[in-house]
């Protein structure tokens, strides 16, 4: 186990310092300056915020500046956001951004095997039909056509719950279930096919031979051994949260970190793209990285294998 984990913590910090390094690069080759966009700004003044900030430097000086900051855990002053640092940005907004990526997942783990299971237990039936007509259309529709449906109905024609804005947990129910339907509706799927794969399983029949009663069944073999091919996935099913609360998140005026990681891509802030894209990169890289640790030990064949 200690070897299988040794490997997994070397694989992850290369990938974080690929996603740093490619980031940084491929952030530099967009045409333009930070500042070339400020029209009331004289050459000159552009000129000496491009050297105050090292922007006129080699491109390996700032490379090995950057990284040296990254490894000090600073990532910059936003070149937007006058006197604002990323760390502090991130310290005030990702806290949001995280309580609705949290409970949308909390939301659709549950009821995603849920439903899954169901539509498997019932293959054929109409609650199965249904089931999957469901998941085909959450995988199916974009996340902001789907905001604005349960804007329209929850909140203009029934105004059960408000519009937009980030003031109660009231507020959060419409986003948390506009992220969550997406993730409720591959899970489903996934659940369900992997459910009747182990229901035509040699040991499911065995069970049965066995005399053991039906909810046995259900749970000791064939719900037990569906779920682990999943854990796997439930890494990028974060990354799919994360990353669709950034469109949730304007959609429903949220003061997360969605607005500010569009805003600085658009407008070349170099510190607040490359900020945001480590801090995610190393969100996702740790998620994934405690991800393959669960799935090592629930089933030790992978650490033999990988």
Known sequence: MGKYILRRL?????????????????LRLLPGNPFATDQLLP????????????????????YL???????HGNFGTSLKYAGQSVNGIIAEKFPISAQLGLQAYIL?????????????RHRGKALDYSLVGFSVLGVS???????????????????????????????TILPTLTLSLGS??????????????????????????KGLSSPQIVWRHQIRNAIIPMIPNLGMEIVGILMGSFV?????????????????????????????????????????FIIDLIYG???????VVK
């Open 141 to 171: 529709v974009p996340v902001f056509i789907i905001a604005s449906l349960l804007q329209y109905i929850f909140a203009i024609k029934l105004e059960i719950f408000p519009v937009a804005q980030w003031k109660s947990f009231w507020h």
């Open 248 to 288: 949730v998140e304007q959609i429903f005026a949220i003061p997360g970190i969605g607005a500010y990681f569009v805003k600085s891509v658009t407008s070349l802030d170099y510190t607040m793209t490359l900020g945001l894209t480590v801090f995610f990169g190393v969100f996702v890289v740790g998620a994934n």
């Open 184 to 209: 409720i509706a591959g899970r489903t799927r996934t659940m369900r096919t992997l459910m009747l794969e182990v229901i035509s399983e040699d040991y499911v029949k065995t069970a049965k031979a």
């Open 65 to 71: 500046t950057f990284m040296q900051n990254l490894l």
């Open 108 to 120: 659709s783990l549950p009821l995603g095997i849920l439903f899954g299971i169901l539509a498997a």
């Open 297 to 303: 030990l629930v089933d030790p064949r992978i650490r």
């Open 43 to 62: 050459t000159e003044m552009v000129e000496q915020l491009m050297d105050y900030y090292g922007l006129n430097d080699p491109l390996w000086k700032q």
């Open 10 to 26: 070397i694989i992850s910090l290369i990938t974080i310092w690929l996603i740093a390094t490619c980031s940084f690069f491929l």
